[in-house]
C-alpha cells in the first residue's frame, strides 16, 4: 500500500509519535491499513483519534483481507506452453541462423519477453516440459535456477530422421507406389 501521506524517516519528523515494531507477515496488511487510514485521519482533522474509531473504519478492509485468497490456475497449460515455446524459439532462432536454426541458443530472458509471460510463471512451466528435442543451456551472462541446473538459454534439437526443414507434402499411398 502506497504511503503517500506518510511523514518521517530519513530525517523528517511525523506529526505524531512513532515506533519501530517487528509484525507478524499474516496481518501486515491489516497494520498497513489501519496506519494509512490513521494518516489520513490526522491528515484530515489535526487532531487525535481513538483507537475504537479507526478500528471501526478499517473493520471493511479487515473483512475483505481475512478472506482466504482463491488459488486460480495457471491460465495456460504445459502443453499449450511448450508449443508456444517452440514457436518463438523458432522465430528467434531463425533469424539469427537462418533456416538451419536447430541448435541455435536463444536467452530464456528473450522468450520471456517474446511470450509475455511473468518470469515466474515461465520458468515454473519450463520445468514442467519434458522434451528430448529441448535443450537447457548455461551462459555467460546471466543463468537461472530451472530444476536443479543454472541455465540462460534454451535451444532445440530436431531428430535427423524428421528435420522439419526437408519435411515436404506428405506422399499418399499411391504416389509412393508410382515412385513420386
Same mark, same amino acid.
Given at each position: 500500500?502506497?504511503?503517500?501521506?506518510?511523514?518521517?524517516?530519513?530525517?523528517?519528523?511525523?506529526?505524531?509519535?512513532?515506533?519501530?515494531?517487528?509484525?507478524?507477515?499474516?496481518?501486515?496488511?491489516?497494520?498497513?491499513?489501519?496506519?494509512?487510514?490513521?494518516?489520513?485521519?490526522?491528515?484530515?482533522?489535526?487532531?487525535?483519534?481513538?483507537?475504537?474509531?479507526?478500528?471501526?473504519?478499517?473493520?471493511?478492509?479487515?473483512?475483505?483481507?481475512?478472506?482466504?485468497?482463491?488459488?486460480?490456475?495457471?491460465?495456460?497449460?504445459?502443453?499449450?506452453?511448450?508449443?508456444?515455446?517452440? =514457436?518463438?524459439?523458432?522465430?528467434?532462432?531463425?533469424?539469427?541462423?537462418?533456416?538451419? =536454426?536447430?541448435?541455435?541458443?536463444?536467452?530464456?530472458?528473450?522468450?520471456?519477453?517474446?511470450?509475455?509471460?511473468?518470469?515466474?510463471?515461465?520458468?515454473?512451466?519450463?520445468?514442467?516440459?519434458?522434451?528430448?528435442?529441448?535443450?537447457?543451456?548455461?551462459?555467460?551472462?546471466?543463468?537461472?535456477?530451472?530444476?536443479?541446473?543454472?541455465?540462460?538459454?534454451?535451444?532445440?534439437?530436431?531428430?535427423?530422421?524428421?528435420?522439419?526443414?526437408?519435411?515436404?507434402?506428405?506422399?499418399?499411398?499411391?504416389?509412393?507406389?508410382?515412385?513420386?
Amino acid at each position: 500500500m502506497p504511503n503517500k501521506n506518510a511523514l518521517g524517516g530519513r530525517g523528517k519528523k511525523a506529526p505524531y509519535k512513532t515506533e519501530h515494531y517487528r509484525i507478524p507477515v499474516p496481518i501486515k496488511p491489516l497494520v498497513q491499513a489501519l496506519a494509512h487510514q490513521y494518516r489520513e485521519l490526522i491528515n484530515d482533522n489535526q487532531k487525535q483519534v481513538s483507537f475504537a474509531t479507526l478500528v471501526e473504519l478499517v473493520t471493511p478492509q479487515a473483512l475483505t483481507l481475512d478472506q482466504p485468497k482463491q488459488i486460480s490456475p495457471p491460465p495456460i497449460s504445459v502443453y499449450e506452453f511448450s508449443n508456444l515455446l517452440y =514457436c518463438a524459439w523458432f522465430t528467434e532462432a531463425e533469424a539469427k541462423a537462418g533456416r538451419d =536454426c536447430f541448435g541455435q541458443p536463444v536467452t530464456l530472458s528473450t522468450l520471456v519477453e517474446k511470450l509475455q509471460i511473468e518470469q515466474k510463471l515461465f520458468f515454473t512451466l519450463l520445468t514442467q516440459v519434458e522434451s528430448d528435442l529441448l535443450e537447457l543451456l548455461p551462459t555467460k551472462k546471466k543463468n537461472y535456477k530451472i530444476g536443479e541446473k543454472r541455465v540462460g538459454a534454451l535451444t532445440f534439437h530436431t531428430p535427423l530422421s524428421v528435420r522439419p526443414d526437408h519435411i515436404s507434402v506428405l506422399q499418399t499411398p499411391k504416389e509412393i507406389k508410382k515412385g513420386g
